[in-house]
């Protein structure tokens, strides 16, 4: 059980991931620099349900490694992207590499992972690509240019 004492089922948790989203600030999404986190508020449509996208690239100098991060009532992890960082063993004991894709399960939360490419087409040795897949797949309807470093991307 995650923070808040919320137990979602495998159903709800499905829903909540498919349902249409909108980023709340259209100006830009800043992608933070090495060793920086940003916070990307996001409203589920139509049912006005909060969510936070994390991008996180803190406590690394590691140029390729990334978490992206799907957040419910501000606690319950959704799904994590996880790239350039360390393997993950599932509760069952099987190692999974990096790049991998965490994803909300009843009983387990983020626990267990699965090869990124079996469930997110994506590029993940290009972090901007890989944060707009990320968006993609979260079904994000309105994406804005996304700044990095000056320049418009």
């Known amino acids: 059980m995650q923070g808040d004492g919320i137990m979602l089922s495998d159903q709800d948790a499905k829903e909540l991931l498919d349902m249409l989203k909108q980023i709340k600030d259209l100006r830009f999404i800043e992608f933070p620099q090495i060793g920086k986190t940003q916070k990307i508020e996001v409203v589920g449509t139509p049912e006005n349900v909060k969510f936070v996208f994390d991008v996180n690239r803190k406590g690394t100098l590691k140029v390729k490694k990334c978490t992206y991060q799907t957040r419910y009532q501000k606690s319950?992890?959704?799904?994590?992207?996880?790239?350039?960082?360390?393997?993950?063993?599932?509760?069952?004991?099987?190692?999974?590499?990096?790049?991998?894709?965490?994803?909300?399960?009843?009983?387990?939360?983020?626990?267990?992972?699965?090869?990124?490419?079996?469930?997110?087409?994506?590029?993940?040795?290009?972090?901007?690509?890989?944060?707009?897949?990320f968006l993609v797949y979260n079904h994000v309807v309105n994406r804005p240019p996304i700044y990095k470093k000056g320049d418009l991307l």
């Open 76 to 133: 319950v992890i959704l799904l994590r992207v996880d790239i350039g960082g360390q393997e993950h063993m599932n509760p069952d004991g099987k190692i999974i590499p990096c790049p991998h894709i965490h994803i909300y399960r009843e009983g387990y939360d983020d626990s267990w992972a699965y090869p990124l490419d079996s469930k997110l087409d994506t590029d993940p040795s290009d972090l901007l690509q890989a944060l707009i897949d």
